[in-house]
């Protein structure tokens, strides 16, 4: 017994390892990438919400805090060090898994160890194209936590501290978006209703969530309040812009991989009585796609917890019931249906940037040691082009998110009321302030310039145009040369002019 446990151990460490050199070879999605720029300026003095400004709560720089300051203690690359970073939060999250599991009497060693895999793979290959994403965090975090509430839930032990522990993590991870506090509410409800009481509640770990939540929400009132005085007012009046309607946030789910899960779970409770881990990870599976709903992005990554929950249900579900009898060979080809879904759906890929890819070169070539910048609604224009190149970034904007918004409801003058127009106005004239002040200070060495972006309507949006009728841009502007065209395949084609800085000693030659 000793014997086979080392083996699997050792099994699951080069799975662990086999993972950590994999993701070291491939490149940082967009949004990942943009946090690992703007952190270091956020450490060096930049002003969150005022010089780097951006959509969400800080909670999200502040987690990307730590493989920033290895990587200068180190000398290695941010990359590299975010890379050990989310390796290492995945095996502290895997170690309590086990430490709970272990707790918990009625499952058997089997059941411990294929579920420890299955975690593993929820960790390192479902989100392999988002991997690193706050979606993708927030699910290694709050794991320990679904598993102690089904612990709870089946009358398991576990000690204050661990709990205390397993607590301060769910508040890292459930604290990224206000959307994920869906999921302990549902949890809870479920434990209240199990147990007949809401003093189900009152759990070490719970109080550790409440406290951590109301300490970070004080935080940003001391610390970062322009974020809810100055970010989040534009952000309501404008980031309608990016959402979509009902049925394209539907249509753009793995609808076979839901509707599989579904008859699944209803088969299987069906056929025996309730099982604890699979129920919480069915309810973990629904917080969280109400969350994507909630976002009504139809991105898919906002749905990566969901279908991570959703796979450790089947698996639960069918390692819960054994090998296959005439009785259960429909939940286990069942689950062999959704495993296929799952971990074969063809969106688990590594993340891949072929504007990124085509334009390194002529980063590489004109802007070595320099500065970029991009006129664009897009994150993925500039990141992970900048890390890649390793250039500087000269806007305070991961993309000028806040001009679509306002530019599709200016539009609509007629439809207006006065109040909201002029807050719209306001919302326009500090972008375009805000990116010829950027400009001016750290003129780019090149600029990206968006000819395609759908999210200002049917009509389309001149970039160059527009921000040429302001003369400090004229002026700028003088100073570039278009040199060249890429694109990208993104829901179409989508096409950018790449213009040129010229000064003494760079004549932007191709």
Known sequence: MKLASSLFIALLGAAWLAAFVFYLQQPINHDTAWYLAATPRFLDGARLYRDIIEINPPLAFYLTVPPVLAARLTGLSIDSCF???????????LALADYLMARMPELSTLYRRCMLAAI???????????????????????????LLVASRVSKGTCPPTAAIIIGALAAFGLGLKPYFLVVPALLEMYGMLVHRSMRFVLRPENWTIGIALVVYAASILLFTPDYLTFVVPMASLVYGAYAESLDVVIGSMPMVTFILAIILYITARATKPAHRPADVFALAAVGFT????????GWLYHLIPAICALWLMGVSFVLRN?????????????????AYLVLGAKDIAPYRN???????????KQAAHGTVAALT???????PLVNEAHVGWASRFPALWLLPGA???????????PAI?????????????????DLQRSPPDLVFVDQDSPYFGTGGFDFLDYFGRDPRFAVIWNGYVHIGEASMDVGGRRRFEIWCRRYADHDCAT
């Open 421 to 437: 127009r002029q807050k719209l106005q306001d919302v326009e004239r500090y972008t375009v302030d805000s990116v010829i002040e």
């Open 407 to 417: 530019m599709r409801q200016l539009q609509e003058a007629d439809q207006q009321d």
């Open 354 to 364: 072929t504007l990124a890819e085509d334009l390194l070169p002529i980063v590489e």
């Open 377 to 383: 609604s897009y994150v993925w224009v500039g990141f």
């Open 83 to 93: 890379v050990a970073y989310v390796l290492l939060l995945s095996a502290l999250s």
């Open 290 to 297: 109400v969350a994507y709903f909630m976002q009504s992005k």
């Open 120 to 146: 593993l793979a929820a960790f390192m290959i479902i989100p392999m194209p988002f991997f690193g994403q706050r979606e993708h965090l927030t699910f290694i975090l709050a794991l320990p936590y679904l």
């Open 322 to 338: 054994g090998a296959p009898t005439r009785g259960n060979a429909p939940l286990h080809v069942g689950f062999a249906l959704l």
